[in-house]
T-cell receptor
Framework: QSVLTQPPSASGTPGQRVTISCSGS????????VSWYHHLPGTAPKLLIYHNNQRPPGVPARFSGSKSDTSASLAISGLQSEDEADYYC???????????FGGGTKLTVL | HLQLQESGSGLVKPSQTLSLSCAVSGASVSSSNYYWSWIRQPPGKGLEWIGYIYHSGSTSFNPSLKSRVTISVDTSKNQFSLKLNSVTAADTAVYYCARLTVTTKSVDYWGQGSLATVSS
């Protein structure tokens, strides 16, 4: 059981906007920033969002993140077929002195 | 260009020790800006943080694995290593080495992953 809670699946059609939620607690999301990762099986995960809403160079602007209290969200606008992947949220946890992850959300582009 | 490359035991017998190394190129494991980390993904499951080592040699581990894990660093080879002892089938997973940034607490670089299977 993962420390952060994500829906196991999400879906959308090309061009749509989808959001993925991530819920935690006061020791992780409530007191630290959130990052999001894109993962295709058999490949290395890729950092999409850090510091709640910052994009690393090369990540398209249609990926955005937000945080409120002990929850966070990843939004993907203008959905594309290549966005089909697993998405994970993560945050530092003060009680563990380490990183905790969500269980992952499998995004399907219909 | 930063690269992380895992190597080590792909098949481990139950009760034995899983050993993996991560060769780092394009950055120094002596940098104070990063936690050099291990993360794993069991088949069909999500990501799990195992632990990290800092340039000072200090470490932090997931409490669920702490009693069985050792992470060390070899600055002369610019690599860091993971040892997980007393393994069971539940430790079968893809193991990733990764760079966790101290300031943002996010993992900005990952290795490709190394599958370790625990089986007799």
């Amino acid at each position: 059981q993962s420390v952060l809670t994500q829906p196991p699946s999400a879906s959308g059609t090309p061009g749509q906007r989808v959001t993925i939620s991530c819920s935690g607690s006061s020791s992780n999301i409530g007191s630290n920033t959130v990052s999001w990762y894109h993962h295709l099986p058999g490949t290395a995960p890729k950092l999409l969002i850090y510091h709640n809403n910052q994009r690393p160079p090369g990540v398209p602007a249609r990926f955005s993140g937000s945080k409120s209290d002990t929850s966070a969200s990843l939004a993907i606008s203008g959905l594309q077929s290549e966005d089909e992947a697993d998405y994970y949220c993560a945050a530092w946890d003060d009680s563990l002195n380490g990183v905790v992850f969500g269980g992952g959300t499998k995004l399907t582009v219909l | 260009h930063l690269q992380l490359q895992e190597s080590g035991s792909g098949l481990v017998k139950p009760s034995q020790t899983l050993s993996l190394s991560c060769a780092v190129s394009g950055a120094s494991v002596s940098s104070s800006n990063y936690y050099w980390s291990w993360i794993r993904q069991p088949p069909g499951k999500g990501l799990e943080w195992i632990g990290y080592i800092y340039h000072s040699g200090s470490t932090s581990f997931n409490p669920s694995l702490k009693s069985r894990v050792t992470i060390s660093v070899d600055t002369s080879k610019n690599q860091f290593s993971l040892k997980l002892n007393s393994v069971t089938a539940a430790d079968t997973a893809v193991y990733y080495c990764a760079r966790l940034t101290v300031t943002t607490k996010s993992v900005d670089y990952w290795g490709q992953g190394s599958l370790a299977t625990v089986s007799s």
